[in-house]
C-alpha cells in the first residue's frame, strides 16, 4: 500500500500529480464511500456525495498541511459533507406540507435496493438510525473502522473523553434497542 | 469523568450487539468500485474544464486587475449621482415646499395692483337697445293712454239714448252682469213702480238672449 507521504509528493509535481490523485482514490475511495454510505443510508445518495469530496479533495490538496494525517484530512472533509446534506435535507423535510414527502433515513433504509444484511443486522441499523448524528458518527468510526478515539477526535475535534462518553451512551441505547424492540 | 476516562469493553456490555458482528450488510451495484475511479476522473476532468476553460472566449491583457478598480469608480459616480440629483447645485432647504404659495401669492398681489378699466365691446350696443326699449315703452304708454282719453271723450259726446238703444240691439246675456254692476241705485227709483215682475221678467226675456 503506497504511502500517504509518497502520494502528497507526487501531488505537489505537476507531472505527476494526476498518477497521485489515481493512487488517493485508489486507497481511500471505498472507505470514504462506507463512511458515508453508513450516513446517509442511500447508495445513489452516498455516489453523488463521494464525487464532491473527492473534486474539494482534488482542488485543495495542494494548500495540505502535512501537520495532520491525510486520511483523517478525508474523513473530515466526507463528514462535513454528509453532514450538510442531512441538515439540507433535514430543512426540505420541516418546509413541506406534504408529510408524505419528508426524508426519512429509516424509510431509505428500508426502501433501498442494495441492502444485504439478515433481520439482526437491519435492526442494528434501525437502531443507529435512533441516535443523534455526533453519536451515530462516533459509533461508526470505532464500531466499523476501528478508528481510535484519538484519530477520531482529530476528524470531529472533540475531545477523546467525549468521543468515549458518546460510544458508550451509544452502545447502551443500540444494546437496548436491540433487546426491546421488535 | 469516570466515564470519560474509562475505555469500556463493549462487547461485555452489550452482548447483543456483539452477537450480530461488524459485517456491512450495504451491498453496491456490480463492479461500482471497479468504475469509480474512472468515474471519478472523468469527473474531475470535466470540473477542471470547466473552472479553466471560458468556452473559448478571451479577455483584454490585464483585464480583471483592473475590473475591480473600473466598478469601484463607477459604483462612486452612481453613489454621487444618488446624493446629488441636481447635479452639483443646491437649494435652500424648503424651498420647493413653500414655492407654489408663494407663486400664488405673487400673483394675487399683482393682480390687484393692475386692475385697470377695460372698455368692454359689447357695451355701447346694450345702452342703446336698452334706450330704445325704454323709448318705446314711454311711447307705447302715451299712445294708449291718449287714446283711451280720446275714447272717453267721443263717448261721452254720445247722447244716452244712442247708448241705450245700441245696448238693446246688441246685448248679450254676458252684458246682464255687468248692466246691473253698473246700474245707478237712483236710476232704479225712476224705473215705473207699478211694472209687475212678471212684466219685467217678460221684457228680459224678450231683450235679451
Known amino acids: 500500500m503506497v504511502e500517504d507521504s509518497e502520494i502528497l509528493e507526487k501531488f505537489a509535481v505537476e507531472s505527476t500529480r494526476n498518477e497521485a490523485f489515481n493512487l488517493l482514490l485508489k486507497k481511500y475511495q471505498q472507505k470514504i464511500y462506507w463512511h458515508i454510505r453508513r450516513l446517509v443510508i442511500d447508495h445513489d445518495d452516498t455516489d453523488d456525495l463521494v464525487q464532491e469530496v473527492f473534486i474539494k479533495v482534488w482542488r485543495s490538496l495542494s494548500n495540505f498541511r502535512n501537520d495532520s494525517q491525510l486520511y483523517t484530512w478525508l474523513y473530515r472533509i466526507a463528514t462535513n459533507e454528509s453532514i450538510t446534506f442531512l441538515n439540507r435535507k433535514k430543512q426540505k423535510n420541516n418546509i413541506s406540507l406534504d408529510e408524505t414527502a419528508g426524508y426519512d433515513l429509516a424509510e431509505t433504509l428500508a426502501d433501498t435496493a442494495y441492502f444485504d444484511g439478515d433481520k439482526a443486522q437491519m435492526k442494528l441499523q434501525k437502531a443507529l438510525l435512533t441516535l443523534p448524528e455526533k453519536q451515530r458518527l462516533v459509533f461508526n468510526m470505532k464500531y466499523y473502522d476501528d478508528l481510535k478515539y484519538e484519530e477520531i477526535s482529530a476528524i470531529l475535534g472533540t475531545t477523546v473523553g467525549g468521543l468515549k462518553a458518546s460510544f458508550h451512551i451509544a452502545v447502551k441505547k443500540i444494546e437496548d434497542y436491540l433487546l426491546n424492540s421488535d | ?209
Not at chain 2, 4 to 10: A, F, G, L, Q, Y
Not at chain 2, 102 to 119: L, Q, Y
Not at chain 2, 125 to 142: H, R
Request: aromatic share 10%; with cysteine; proline share 5%.
Open chain 2, 1 to 209: 469523568m469516570e466515564l470519560n476516562d474509562r475505555d469500556i469493553d463493549w462487547q461485555k456490555d452489550a452482548p447483543t450487539l456483539a452477537a450480530i458482528g461488524k459485517a456491512i450488510p450495504f451491498t453496491v451495484p456490480a463492479g461500482y468500485f471497479e468504475d469509480l475511479t474512472g468515474n471519478l476522473n472523468s469527473r474531475l476532468l470535466i470540473e477542471s474544464m470547466r473552472s479553466s476553460s471560458q468556452g473559448g472566449f478571451k479577455v483584454p491583457h490585464n483585464y480583471f486587475g483592473e475590473l475591480s478598480s473600473i466598478i469601484m469608480d463607477r459604483v462612486t459616480v452612481e453613489n454621487v449621482r444618488v446624493l446629488a440629483p441636481s447635479e452639483g447645485f443646491t437649494i435652500p432647504e424648503g424651498y420647493f415646499a413653500g414655492l407654489s404659495d408663494r407663486i400664488n401669492t405673487r400673483i394675487e398681489e399683482s393682480s390687484a395692483k393692475s386692475i385697470t378699466p377695460v372698455r368692454r365691446l359689447f357695451t355701447s350696443w346694450v345702452s342703446y337697445a336698452a334706450a330704445a326699449c325704454i323709448t318705446v315703452m314711454i311711447a307705447t304708454g302715451i299712445y294708449f293712454n291718449s287714446d283711451t282719453q280720446n275714447f272717453n271723450q267721443q263717448l261721452s259726446e254720445v247722447p244716452d239714448q244712442e247708448i241705450i238703444n245700441y245696448l238693446q240691439a246688441h246685448s248679450t246675456a254676458g252684458d246682464t252682469p255687468f248692466i246691473i254692476e253698473t246700474l245707478n241705485p237712483d236710476g232704479l227709483e225712476q224705473v215705473n213702480p207699478d211694472v209687475s215682475a212678471d212684466e219685467l221678467e217678460q221684457y228680459i226675456n224678450t231683450t235679451t238672449l
